[in-house]
């Protein structure tokens, strides 16, 4: 006789079957899910926090949610985030434009009324304390495919020396034929000028004057006043000005540069402010002589700033017309000129002179501006230093003046190849520019390939470095999400906390004032590994805790009473309850980031004196050491836990 099973039987064995069938089935996943668990119980233990390190999230309220594009430290403690447009064109069409003042401290954010369009903008500290914004997006980029009408630039000529020349965009200018372009933009041509000219006679007298006018210039982007290929033209042609009568007919006119309908890439704006971190607001100050996009803002030695690169008004690589801008006149005028591809770093050195190490964000070809060296800006002379291994890889690669600042060492680590090349390099390297004959010298390789690898001096001269993306963009699920310190002492990485936000272009981290790190942004191309779904920004924030922090956060050094103002003897004495403790002194330039460049910080070793219930720190006199502004002054033990730190102003 056959045994049968019965219905319930069957249930249960069905039952049992099915959970060991789905077990099987959702094994990775299951196996997934307790390895996710155990690390982050492992993570969570204080023996890891001390030895690595620990990462948190931030609270942001959702109206104060932004696009990180650019981070800068303030002497407020304060961080402002400028967004702008935030790579969203929607946004720049409907003119709403981004900043937020966060507090860390208190964790409190602030809208701050932007007057324009501040995305990919350049920015750098001034001696007072104000932060200069320059430049920024005047049209966002239409790629093959989308241009429809022919663009391209005009300029337009007044001959009237008694008259300057406004156009509104919206300016026609037509050809003899009847072909007419459009203004994009507003332009202001200047008066013309009178030149004098001195003439002899064929005795050697001298003759009366004879005075002659020199047309002046300027280019406005223009567009073909139709769609169609019949507006294209490489020729260049006299344009009547649409609108103008009498004298300013004669006097004004445009000649059309090349015209064309390929690809329109972002153009700049000429806009400069100073954003005050007291009244917390932006304030206007004389717009630069070239537009700007994707421009590099460096401060000097004597307080001033030096602009170079970006894309133009017409969308091109400025061809190295750089301008310097002094913030007691407010104004501008024009530097030596030196092409460079859009943000480079360049950082201030001993002398006067910037070290460039080939590193840079974004535009340019593959053989032009690519070559490290010292650049002397009196000058105008080049000194080229070789040594560097994977010169086709240094676009959106981290670069810093290593701590202490007296060593001139600037290091260089990973990068990727110019565009959206798939390449990126491992390879960091150290230059000693106190050498006669500098060359680099070849460091510790990155864990992987790296490209938008953010790197952070610390108060204890080690180099904090997170995230970036094996890929450009992040695509194919690139992100690398690790962490790592690099030891200028012992020339190697040493393994930190890993973060849970991955970050590739567009992102930035930058020293806080309590001696954490604070992570913002990331751009995305792609959002998933097939590249297949559009890529979103990300807004979340997280901050790194450094292990000293963990290992002694309740025996941190305090500094209490001392001078804001650094006296001109350069020393300072500041009271404390730890002086026997105390054993190193650090002068840190706070950071202004954006496109992994951040040629603003600096840490410069101080002298330290004890006494009793007090500490003097001697502050080195040379301003291209230590250039006119607000620092971050930060105290050490043996044990490398840092105080919290002082705010203290060098030079005017």
């Given at each position: 006789m056959a045994y049968r099973l019965s219905k319930r039987m069957k249930k249960t064995v069905l039952g049992a079957g099915g959970v060991a069938l789905l077990v099987g089935l959702n094994a990775p996943a299951a196996w997934t899910f307790a390895s996710e668990q155990y690390y982050d119980w492992?993570?969570?233990?204080?023996g890891y926090k001390a030895k690595y390190g620990s990462w948190t999230s931030v609270d942001i309220p959702d109206r104060f949610r932004t696009n990180a594009i650019h981070a800068a430290l303030l002497h407020t403690g304060k961080v402002?985030?400028?967004?702008?447009?935030g790579n969203e064109q929607k946004k720049f069409d409907a003119g709403s434009f981004d900043t937020i003042l966060w507090d860390p401290?208190?964790?409190?954010?602030k809208k701050i009324a932007t007057p324009e369009d501040f995305f990919c903008s350049g920015h750098a500290a001034l001696p007072d304390g104000r932060m200069l914004v320059a430049g920024g997006t005047a049209r966002y980029e239409q790629l093959e495919g989308e241009v429809k009408r022919a663009g391209g630039g005009m300029r337009v000529k007044n001959e009237s020396p008694d008259k300057a020349m406004v156009l509104k965009k919206g300016?026609?200018?037509?050809?003899?034929s009847g072909i007419e372009y459009v203004s994009q933009f507003d332009v202001t041509v200047p008066k013309a000028k009178r030149v004098n000219h001195i003439t002899y006679n064929a005795a050697g007298v001298m003759q009366p004057w004879r005075t002659s006018v020199k047309a002046s210039e300027a280019r406005v982007f223009v567009q073909a006043a139709a769609d169609g290929k019949q507006y294209v033209t490489d020729k260049q042609a006299q344009y009547e000005i649409e609108g103008l009568k009498g004298d300013d007919a004669d006097n004004a006119y445009g000649l059309s540069e090349k015209i064309t309908m390929d690809k329109e890439d972002f153009q700049g704006i000429k806009a400069a402010y100073e954003f005050d971190p007291v009244a917390e607001k932006y304030v206007p100050v004389d717009p630069m002589e070239k537009a700007r996009w994707y421009p590099t803002l460096v401060g000097l030695e004597d307080g001033k700033v030096l602009a170079v690169s970006g894309l133009d008004d017409v969308g091109m690589i400025d061809p190295g017309d750089n301008e310097i801008y002094d913030p007691k006149t407010k104004k501008w005028t024009m530097g030596p000129k030196r092409y460079f591809p859009t943000y480079?770093?360049?950082?201030?050195?001993?002398?006067?002179?910037?070290?460039y190490p080939a590193s840079n964000a974004g535009y340019g070809p593959a053989d032009k501006g690519r070559e490290p060296g010292l650049w002397d800006l009196k000058t105008n002379k080049f000194q080229k230093v070789p040594g560097l291994t994977d010169t086709d890889q240094?676009?959106?690669s981290a670069s810093l003046l290593l701590a202490p600042a007296q060593d001139q060492k600037v290091m260089i680590m990973g990068g990727g190849g110019v565009g959206e090349s798939k390449k990126a390099t491992s390879r960091t390297a150290v230059v000693d520019l106190k050498k006669d004959n500098p060359h680099f010298t070849t460091g510790p390789r990155l864990p992987q390939g790296t490209r938008y690898l953010n790197s952070v001096i610390m108060p204890d001269d080690s180099v904090f470095t997170s995230n970036g993306s094996s890929d450009y963009r992040g695509r194919s699920a690139s992100n690398i999400l690790k962490a790592q310190f690099y030891d200028p002492k012992d020339n190697a990485f040493h393994d930190a906390a890993s973060p849970k936000v991955g970050r590739n272009y567009h992102s930035e981290a930058l020293l806080l004032p309590d001696g954490r790190v604070a992570t913002f942004g990331s751009d995305p191309l792609y959002d998933n590994q097939q590249n297949t779904k559009l890529g979103h920004f990300e807004q979340r924030m997280e901050i790194f805790t450094p292990p000293a922090l963990h290992r002694g956060a309740d025996k941190r050094p305090v500094l209490r009473s001392g001078p804001e103002t650094l006296p001109d003897d350069h020393r300072a004495t500041y009271r404390t309850d730890q002086a026997d403790r105390i054993v190193?002194?650090?002068?840190?330039?706070p950071s202004a980031v954006t496109h992994t460049t951040d040629v603003e910080q600096r840490s410069i070793e101080l002298g330290v004196t004890k006494g009793d219930g007090a500490v003097t720190v001697d502050v080195p006199k040379d301003p291209s050491l230590v250039p006119p502004g607000w620092y971050m002054l930060f105290v050490s033990d043996a044990n490398g836990v840092t105080s919290e730190a002082k705010w203290v102003k060098v030079g005017e």
């Open positions: 492992k993570i969570a233990q204080p402002l985030i400028v967004a702008g447009s401290k208190a964790n409190t954010f300016t026609k200018f037509r050809s003899p480079p770093a360049l950082f201030l050195t001993k002398g006067g002179k910037l070290f240094t676009e959106t190193k002194a650090r002068l840190m330039r």
